[in-house]
């Protein structure tokens, strides 16, 4: 079994369609993902500039006396 055989041959073909063949299926699909990502961080950020930080989403409920500890 020392030579390539033709399945061998085959299945380095298809290995080398399937990434680099059909118009970029790989180069496009890493595209989609990428785009998925940066709308997932898109939507975790805080775009809420009007509100004060306190109230703004992802902020923990504070006390009153809690506010003024962290204004001294």
């Known amino acids: 079994m020392g030579a390539l055989s033709i399945w061998h041959i085959l299945a380095i073909v298809v290995v ?12 496009g699909l890493m ?9 997932f961080k898109d939507g ?10 306190e109230e703004r989403a992802g902020a923990l ?6 506010k003024e500890d962290l204004k001294n």
């Open 31 to 39: 595209g989609d993902a990428a785009k998925g990502v940066k709308a």
């Open 16 to 27: 080398v369609l399937i990434l680099f063949g059909g118009g970029g299926k790989l180069s």
């Open 44 to 53: 975790l950020k805080d775009t809420d500039e009007d509100k004060p930080r």
């Open 61 to 66: 409920p504070r006390t009153d006396a809690e």
